[in-house]
Each structure stands twice: as C-alpha cells, then as structure tokens.
C-alpha cells in the first residue's frame, strides 16, 4: 500500500492482512489504512512503514 502525500512524500505500508482504501481514494487524517497481518517469512503480525521522495518512487509489479 502507497499513499501519495501533498507535501511531495510517499509512505509504503508493508506486511497489511487488508487494505481499507481503493485506488486513487482520498484520504482525511485519522483515516483506517488497514490491518498489520503477518505475511512473508515472519514469526507473528506486524507493520513496516517507509517514507519516500515521492518523485523516487516507482511501483511495478513483482512477477514471481
């Protein structure tokens, strides 16, 4: 999950068990981004958040 902040930042939120938001919503301050879930090769539920220059941020899709 990205969310594309006004003041030229992006934060990812990593590891979410569900996504609350569709693409392209708007989101008001204090708004749910989802749940912290427990996947990839991890011992129990968490979240991983990382802020971004949004200008050096490129999503594309992991083909496995």
Do not use: C, F, W
């Not at 693409?23 to 989802?34: E, F, K, V, Y």
């Amino acid at each position: 999950m990205i969310v594309k902040h006004g003041n030229r930042l992006s934060t990812i939120y990593g590891h979410l068990s569900v996504i609350s938001l569709s693409t392209g919503q708007s989101l008001p301050t204090g708004a749910l981004i989802g749940y912290s879930g427990n996947s990839g090769d991890s011992t129990g539920p968490h979240l991983h958040i990382s802020v971004y220059a949004t200008q050096g941020v490129r999503i594309e899709q992991y083909v496995n």
